[in-house]
């Protein structure tokens, strides 16, 4: 997310990680960024398999608008068991640079 630290715009990429429970059925996930007015993004993350466990680590890259001042970057993550979805959203905190949810 230097791109948009910086203010100078350009490319950026998301990127989360996640880690199933060891207890936890083989899953998909994906991440996907929903941008703000007049950025583009990248297609999101295939489906990554999952299995008991394991991390994995989720990027969506996208374009930066110059000047851009964004506190907040939505972000769903998708996940698919036995291929039926659940789509979890939240907020990437742009100035903490994580989420600990």
Do not use: C, H, Y
Not at 14 to 38: D, F, I, K, N, Y
């Amino acid at each position: 997310m230097s791109a948009l630290a910086s203010g100078k715009g350009g490319k950026a990429e998301v990127a989360v990680r996640a880690r199933t429970q060891p207890w936890s059925p083989t899953v998909e996930l994906a991440l996907e960024v929903v941008p703000p007015p007049g950025w583009q993004v990248a297609a999101g993350t295939s489906l990554v398999a999952a299995g008991p466990g394991v991390l994995v680590n989720l990027t969506a890259g996208l374009q930066v608008l110059e000047q851009a001042d964004v506190r907040q970057l939505p972000v769903k993550i998708k996940f698919v068991l036995e291929g039926t979805p659940l789509v979890v959203e939240d907020r990437f905190d742009v100035s903490q640079r994580e989420i600990l949810n």
